[in-house]
């Protein structure tokens, strides 16, 4: 009960903090500036000095104009209530000094909407216009590459893909990836813009968002490849359906006609929209390449890959038996493209965990699992998996939780030695 009331104070308190504007381009930044996912995200959040997470704000033009629109407009009104405050109680104007406390309290809510007038007339006037001609431009630089374009889409694991494939690829072949988390039609649009133009290989990372994401992201892109690292329930409030959320993530795979179609078959969510042209990659091996030997411990992850008489011992930092899949997957793939088994290894072996993904470190002589950027019940799954692998003489304990995109709640996996 007491933790609760807190809880309260401490969220009602977080709408007054100097970081409350910075919190509220974020969101409006995270959200692609669309206004209805703004707003759920904004009243499903308890406390806003929580919601910055994952990352930090990227400080575009846009977002310091709207930054410095939103504290002007809540140091005028807070001064406004504080006038009025003043004129109530030193001259005696009646209701001036309540109006006034009642100004006060309420701005950070009132500004938190009115951001969203100068959004919706900047979106209508400016940026939608140009954003479509640098879409456009961008769709031109794909259908013109003419190397391999490998689309990584999923509900979860896609950035893990896409830096494996970028880290062992980089081996033999001069590639180019999508940044970061950075997954959607805007995003592939700076990408494209920044390519030099002498990359064997594009990695691209699709987001998914609403129905039609991955199909129009597949349209301008153009890929040759791509890979499907699983189905989990996400992004329902607009996808309403798991199916939904599945058929938009394989509109990809009905872009390529079904070829050159890679799609990892563990999440039993997926069977219902494999065919038999795809082909399949999981813990027990990729592309006719079998895995063996598989070693798991908080120093990384090993295993045996082999193909008839061709055996492959790979090594890498990642952390966890659910990755065997992906390694495999990569390293079979960087085979069959011609890169020699020495390159897949030293690929393999640069490969370590990502921010906040599966990451161990130490603390006061506990080891600690900061899987805080998961949000989704397959990833829950594999931290509990990876778990019982681990010392069974060892005490577990299991702090649970979820990502979501309103309120990001740190969560971690602990090992006391």
Not at 83 to 96: E, N
Not at 156 to 177: C, D, F, N
Not at 245 to 274: Q, R, T
Request: charged residues 20%; glycine residues 10%.
């Amino acid at each position: 009960m007491i933790r609760s009331v807190i809880s309260v104070i401490s969220g009602f308190l977080s709408l007054f903090l100097p970081s409350y504007p910075l919190a509220l381009v974020y969101m409006l930044q995270s959200t692609e500036y669309q206004v209805g996912p703004y707003l759920r995200w904004y009243w499903r959040t308890n406390n806003y000095a929580r919601v910055m997470q994952r990352r930090t704000l990227e400080r575009t033009r846009s977002a310091r104009l709207l930054l410095m629109a939103l504290r002007l407009g809540m140091l005028s009104q807070l001064t406004f209530g504080l006038f009025l405050v003043y004129l109530g109680s030193w001259h005696a104007v009646v209701g001036a000094a309540t109006f006034g406390l009642a100004i006060i309290i309420a701005y950070p809510v009132i500004w938190a909407h009115l951001v969203v007038l100068p959004l919706l007339m900047g979106r209508w006037f400016i940026s939608d216009p140009r954003q479509s001609r640098t879409i456009d431009q961008s769709r031109r630089i794909f259908a013109d590459f003419d190397g391999l374009k490998i689309a990584v889409a999923g509900s979860y694991g896609k950035t893990t893909m896409k830096e494996l494939l970028a880290t062992v690829l980089s081996e033999g072949r001069r590639i180019a990836a999508t940044p970061a988390n950075k997954n959607v039609s805007t995003s592939h649009a700076k990408f494209a813009a920044g390519l030099e133009g002498d990359e064997d290989i594009l990695i691209i990372e699709y987001g998914e968002g609403a129905p039609g994401d991955v199909a129009s992201f597949a349209s301008i892109t153009q890929p040759t490849h791509a890979v499907i690292t699983g189905l989990a329930p996400a992004h329902l409030d607009r996808y309403k359906t798991l199916r939904a959320a599945g058929e938009d993530i394989f509109a990809v795979a009905d872009y390529l006609g079904a070829k050159n179609v890679y799609v990892n078959d563990e999440s039993v969510s997926i069977e219902p929209f494999l065919h038999k042209a795809y082909q399949l990659f999981n813990v027990s091996g990729a592309l006719g390449w079998k895995t063996s030997a598989i070693e798991v411990g908080l120093d990384g992850t090993s295993f045996i890959l082999q193909k008839g008489e061709r055996t492959v011992k790979l090594s890498s930092g990642l952390v966890g038996r659910h990755q065997v899949g992906y390694l495999a997957f990569v390293a079979a793939f960087a085979l069959e493209l011609g890169l020699s088994n020495k390159q897949v290894i030293a690929g393999a072996a640069k490969t370590k965990p990502f921010e906040h993904r599966m990451q161990p470190y130490q603390l006061s002589g506990a080891w600690i699992i900061d899987d805080t950027y998961n949000g989704n019940l397959e990833g829950i799954r594999a931290g509990t998996g990876l778990l019982g692998e681990l010392d069974a003489k060892r005490k577990i304990y299991i702090t649970p939780g979820l990502v979501d995109q309103g309120e990001e709640t740190e969560a971690v996996h602990k090992e006391v030695g």
